[in-house]
């Protein structure tokens, strides 16, 4: 029971990505503010000789760029990926230029080839990420033997022993592709959660959107069923009283079917999604057979079992008819119609204290290398040709119902045999609820139909 891709569900602004050129320009002016200061605490304070016309040109190139930059385009303004790798490349120009004549691969503040390739990391994609590495990768090696020698202002040439040096350049290399890779990582996680969090909100704004329409028509056609009741009454007294006056008995006669038409109307249009008070909870039967309604004719059987645990023979329970849980549910059962064979079981079991839903499929199941990870969005899998799914329906179900006091988990039922059909050993998605937290507390009286909040 794979998930089916749901990216419709994210709106187009959570697509564009870029960097703000205010940031960039900030991260420069700072990395620039260092090297002045380094160059002048060694020159005056440790007696270094640094060519220093070379040093300021160096650094003089890198608050024009910035200047330029912040004159051509907004601060607020976000830069494209092929600007933003150009930016980061400058800083590499730079900071290699500043190094060949300060050292080379000698001076300790080569490690700062770190901070583009990283800061690429987060804020752009792979290519441009691994271009920026093997720039950088290729500057260090260039730097390793050809620079200008730091020397003391007593002519004492400092540098690192040939051994040193290797290590020197292992130590940035592996620095530079493991930090790269782990903000790479964890950027991509972290923007992905985000996502699926917003597609989250949209399903359930979508779903709080569709029951307050449906408690729209629900409440209009109770108001409205007296009124149409009485117009019917009086229009078919008229009918009989007019028998003498054909055209006038016509005139009613099609008020009356008028009045029977817009009863029609509404009760056609209330039944999706009603939720009007006397419908605030329901029998969990109820609830899970209008999850599943949208998904009954798709040529696969939906079967319920719903027994007590207990020992004792007891109505089902009564819960809360909440918007998370009919998506979450919905989605759950989608899944397995997508991906059984013939059927689908919604087994419903409850205590005194739990209430628990598990709906299973006879289909293949989850494919073995996701079904750890199942809950977390964007996954997929190589297993299945012609198959795409980014586990994001099932991080929506899992968020929503777990919203309401739920732990869901997902397994795959011990297939005994495919000799006979309609063997239970698909994919398993079990929903278990303390029923303090789901159960509809019993109240007074109903009453009349309440405003729709905004």
């Known amino acids: 029971m794979p998930t089916q891709p749901t990216r419709s569900l994210l709106p187009p602004e959570a697509h564009r990505h870029g960097v703000r050129l205010e940031t960039l320009v900030n991260l420069r002016w700072f990395a ?94 792979l290519r441009p990420t691994l271009a920026l590495g093997a720039v950088a990768i290729a500057f260090i090696s260039l730097l390793g033997g050809y620079h200008l020698p730091l020397r003391m202002q007593d002519g004492t040439v400092l540098g690192l022993a040939p051994m040193q040096l290797a290590g020197s350049w292992v130590a940035i290399v592996v620095g530079t592709l493991f930090l790269s890779g782990f903000a790479f990582r964890l950027t991509r996680e972290t923007g992905q959660l985000a996502s699926a969090l917003l597609a989250t909100q949209t399903a359930l ?101 719903l027994q007590s645990e207990s020992g004792q023979s007891e109505r089902q329970p009564q819960i809360q008819r909440r918007p998370e849980v009919i998506h979450g549910m919905r989605n759950l059962i989608q899944n397995a119609v997508d991906f059984a064979e013939t059927s689908v079981w919604v087994d419903v079991r409850w205590t005194p204290e739990i209430l628990t839903v598990r709906v299973t499929d006879d289909g293949a199941g989850f494919m073995p290398e996701v079904l750890p990870r ?38 795959n039922a011990t297939r005994p045999g495919r000799a006979r059909p309609r063997i239970r050993g698909g994919a398993v998605a079990e929903v278990t609820w303390p029923r303090s937290a789901i159960e509809a507390p019993i109240g007074p009286p109903l009453g009349d139909n309440a405003p729709l909040a905004s």
Do not use: W
């Open 32 to 125: 620039l503010l260092g090297q002045s200061v380094t160059v002048i605490v060694a020159v005056l304070g440790l007696g270094f000789d640094v060519p220093l016309y070379y040093c300021a040109g160096a650094i003089a190139a890198g608050a024009l760029a910035n200047i330029v930059a912040a004159m051509r385009a907004p601060a607020s303004g976000r830069l494209t990926e092929g600007q933003a790798f150009a930016f980061l490349l400058f800083d590499q120009v730079q900071l290699t230029a500043l190094l060949f004549v300060t050292g080379g691969l000698h001076n300790p503040f080569a490690l700062l080839f770190i901070a583009p390739v990283t800061i690429s990391a987060t804020a752009l994609g």
């Open 205 to 305: 704004a979508r779903e709080q959107k569709l029951q307050d329409l449906g408690g729209v028509v629900a409440a209009a056609a109770h108001e409205l069923n007296t009124p149409l009741a009485t117009i019917k009454l009086v229009s078919s007294e008229l009918v009989e009283e007019l028998a003498d006056r054909p055209d006038l008995r016509d005139d009613v006669a099609l008020v009356r079917s008028q009045a029977d038409r817009c009863r029609d109307i509404l009760r056609s249009m209330g039944r999706t999604g009603k939720s009007d008070r006397h419908l605030e909870a329901a029998p969990i039967e109820a609830v899970l057979r209008e999850a599943a309604g949208p998904h009954l004719d798709r040529g696969i059987d939906v079967e319920y079992d």
């Open 374 to 411: 199942l809950g977390n969005p964007f996954l997929r899998s190589r297993n299945r040709p012609g198959y795409e799914g980014m586990g994001l329906g099932l991080f929506i179900s899992k968020t929503l119902l777990e919203r309401t006091g739920a732990r869901v988990a997902f397994a």
